[in-house]
C-alpha cells in the first residue's frame, strides 16, 4: 500500500519492524558480540544492500556506526566497509567486531593471559560510586587484573578481541541490569569473573572460525557524523545508517560501566559530540523549524550538519538509507521522517522514499493519544 507525500511515496511495512532492531542479530555469529539495544540487524543491511543496487566491491558508509552492523555485514557480502562514531566504546565494538583474526593467533593469546600471573595492582583512583555499585569488590579487582594482563602480553588485533571478550564477560560478572533504557543494579551470586572470560573468548573463537569473509577489514574511525574531516569528497559509493533517535539521549547512560572501566571516560565527557544532546548554546534554528521543542531543534540543526556531509562524501548517483523514529513530547509527536526527508531535500538529495516499518501509538500523561510516532526508513539519492 503506497500513498503520495510531496513528491515522493510513503510505503507502510510493518512486517519489516523487527528488522530494525538488534534483536535478529542475536543469534548471528561475530554481530552477537556485544548487545546493542540502539542497533540494528544485518537482515536489514542486506536488504538495503539489495534494494540499492549497490554493486560489488563498493565503499558503504554508516557515519553513525554503533556496534558496527553495517561495516561487518558489508565485509560478509565483499563491499568495503567504513564506519564513523564519536563514541570510543562504539569504536572499539565496531573495530573488535570487523578485524580478521586467526583462530590459532587467539587461542595462543587467550592461553597467554591465563596462565600469567594476576596483577596485584590498586584499584584506579576516582572509581565512580556506579562502577563500584556493579561489581562484587573481589569481581572488580580481578577485572582490571585481567585488563593488564591482556594489555601486558597481548597486542594488536589479539588485544582488541580479548579486551571485548573481557567487557562481555565483565557484565555476566556483574549486578548490572539494563532495564530499557535504564541502568540498574540487582545484588545476585554473581559467577567469579575468570572463567567466564574463558568461555566467553572460546565461544567468540568458535564464532571466527564459522564465518568467511569477502572483503578485507573494514576501517572504522572515530568521528563527528557532523563534520567528516577524514573522508573525502565524492569517495562513497552507498550509506546506510541510523542516527541516534530524536529526544532519547538515555543511551548514552547505560553503557556508563563499560566506558569508564575499558576508556577511563565519564558520560558528561562524550555529550558535546553526541547529536541531538542539548549543551549550554541556543539552538540553530533551521527554518521552518522554528515551532519544534528546543531539544528537537538541536536534534534537526545538528541532522542538517550529518545529511549535508553525507551528501558531500557520497558520489554522484549515490543512494542513502537512513532510519529515523518519530520524537515524543509532552503535547506532541515530532515526525522526524519528513522533517528528515526535507532536511535532505535541502542539501540536495533527491527523496524517494520514505518506508514506515513501526508505529508507537504516543499518549499523554498515559491517557490522552497525541499521535503515534512511526519508525521509517528513508531512502535518498544523489
Ligand atoms: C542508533 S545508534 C547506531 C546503531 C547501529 N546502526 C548498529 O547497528 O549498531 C547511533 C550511534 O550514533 C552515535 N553518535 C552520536 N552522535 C554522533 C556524532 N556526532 N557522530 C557520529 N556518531 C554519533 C552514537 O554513539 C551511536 O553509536
Known amino acids: 500500500m503506497g500513498v503520495f507525500e510531496g513528491s515522493y511515496t510513503v510505503e507502510e511495512r510493518y512486517d519489516l519492524w523487527s528488522l530494525a532492531t538488534f534483536k535478529p542479530n542475536k543469534n548471528i555469529p561475530i554481530h552477537r558480540w556485544f548487545y546493542f539495544k540502539e542497533g540494528f540487524s544485518r537482515d536489514l543491511v542486506l536488504m538495503l544492500l539489495e534494494e540499492m543496487g549497490v554493486p560489488e566491491g563498493a565503499v558503504v558508509l554508516d557515519p553513525f556506526t554503533g556496534s558496527g552492523t553495517t561495516p561487518l555485514t558489508c565485509m560478509e557480502k565483499g563491499f568495503m566497509g567504513v564506519g564513523v562514531d564519536a563514541s570510543p566504546l562504539a569504536v572499539f565494538v565496531s573495530l573488535a567486531k570487523t578485524r580478521i583474526y586467526d583462530p590459532v593467533e587467539l587461542r595462543d593469546a587467550l592461553d597467554r593471559c591465563l ?74 551470586p554473581a559467577p567469579p569473573l575468570r572463567p567466564v572470560f574463558r568461555k566467553v573468548a572460546q565461544s567468540m573463537i568458535e564464532d571466527v572460525k564459522r564465518v568467511r569473509f569477502k572483503s578485507g577489514p573494514a576501517i572504522i574511525l572515530q568521528g563527528d557524523a557532523r563534520r567528516l574531516e577524514e573522508i573525502e569528497d565524492e569517495s562513497v559509493d552507498a550509506i546506510i545508517t541510523s542516527p541516534p533517535y530524536l529526544n532519547k539521549i538515555e543511551y548514552t547512560k547505560v553503557y556508563e560501566v563499560e566506558l569508564e572501566v575499558f576508556f577511563g571516560k565519564r558520560v558528561h565527557d562524550l555529550v558535546r559530540s553526541y547529536i541531538g544532546l542539548v549543551g549550554r548554546e541556543v539552538p540553530r534554528t533551521i527554518p521552518g523549524l522554528e515551532d519544534l521543542p528546543d531539544s528537537a531543534k538541536l ?84
Open 115 to 188: 596462565s600469567a600471573a594476576p596483577r596485584q595492582s590498586p584499584l584506579p583512583d576516582g572509581l565512580s560510586p556506579t562502577v563500584r555499585k556493579a561489581f562484587p569488590k573481589r569481581t572488580l579487582e580481578e577485572l582490571f587484573s585481567l585488563k593488564e594482563v591482556i594489555e601486558e602480553v597481548c597486542s594488536g588485533d589479539a588485544k582488541v578481541f580479548l579486551m571485548l571478550a573481557l567487557m562481555n564477560a565483565a557484565v555476566k560478572a556483574s549486578y548490572i541490569y539494563r532495564d530499557g533504557s535504564v541502568l540498574r543494579f540487582v545484588k545476585r
Open 299 to 382: 536534534y534537526f540543526s545538528d541532522m542538517f550538519d550529518s545529511l549535508g556531509e553525507m551528501w558531500r562524501v557520497l558520489k554522484s548517483g549515490g543512494k542513502a538509507a537512513v532510519v529515523v523514529a518519530g520524537g515524543v513530547y509532552p503535547d506532541r509527536v515530532v515526525e522526524s521522517d519528513y522533517i528528515l526527508a526535507d532536511l535532505a531535500e535541502r542539501v540536495g538529495f533527491r527523496v524517494e522514499k520514505i518506508r514506515v516499518v513501526g508505529k508507537r501509538v504516543a499518549t499523554s500523561g498515559r491517557v490522552h493519544r497525541i499521535g503515534a510516532a512511526r519508525e521509517s526508513i528513508v531512502y535518498l539519492a544523489k
